[in-house]
């Protein structure tokens, strides 16, 4: 069975600080989502990644997705209290097209 | 635009009942998931509908059920329910089923079980 692990599992920093939160399978990836969710809330797609060594930004937000597409990594840089959320992340693995999420990463920037 | 709607928005129930949770997915998705999602953990996958027939099904007992109607909305169903089955459950939809698809999560409804 696949194992997804997402590190760490708490993290909390003061605003202006940078942050990686990592994902890890010993699954090679079709595909890769990450997604943030708030208290009280459903999650909310960030980015999709596709091939292996990928890397998005979004804004303060740098995803990387492994060579191998067995791991993922995101960069927060210069944290804000709006950032505050559960990071989750969610790999198509291949040939299966449901959603496996992680336990997440809760991220607490205090102000 | 209305995105995923979700009703209850809370619940409470007792051991031994049966709840019924409604899902409305975004106008023009065809497909409709349900995850379950417990404290502290990440989502887990019920069940996925497509064109009102199942797609597939994660590893729950069977007392979990779900439908989809022919306007794409959603029931989902527990029966027999025991206290680990309060959780966050969430409905998500997306346009048609496939990789890199993107599912757009309602607000979910939180059902606690007495």
């Known amino acids: 069975t696949q194992l997804l692990e997402q590190s760490p599992q708490f993290l909390s920093i003061q605003e202006g600080e940078n942050l990686t939160v990592y994902c890890n399978s010993s699954?090679?990836?079709?595909?890769l989502q990450w997604y943030r969710q708030e208290p009280g809330e459903g999650p909310v797609l960030l980015v999709t990644v596709v091939t292996g060594g990928e890397v998005k930004k979004l804004k303060r937000l740098t995803f990387q997705f492994g060579d191998a597409r067995k791991d993922s990594s995101l960069h927060i840089t210069a944290a804000q209290p709006g950032d505050t959320g559960l990071y989750l992340c969610a790999p198509h693995l291949v040939n299966d097209y449901k959603l496996s999420f992680g336990a997440g990463t809760t991220v607490t920037v205090r102000a | 635009d209305a995105g995923v709607t979700q009703s209850p928005t809370h619940l409470i129930k007792t051991r031994g009942q049966h709840v019924t949770l409604r899902c409305s997915p975004i106008s023009g998705h065809k497909s409709v998931s349900w995850y379950q999602q417990v404290l502290g953990q990440g989502p887990q996958f019920i069940f996925q509908?497509?064109?009102?027939?199942?797609?597939g099904r994660g590893n729950f007992p069977d007392r979990f059920s779900a439908r989809q109607f022919p306007n794409y909305s959603s029931e989902l169903n527990v029966n027999a329910l025991l206290l680990g089955d309060s959780a966050l459950y969430l409905c998500a939809s997306s346009l048609v089923v496939g990789v890199q698809e993107t599912q757009y999560f309602g607000p979910g409804t939180r059902l606690l079980v007495l």
């Open positions: 699954s090679v990836f079709s595909s």
């Open positions: 509908y497509y064109e009102k027939e199942e797609r």
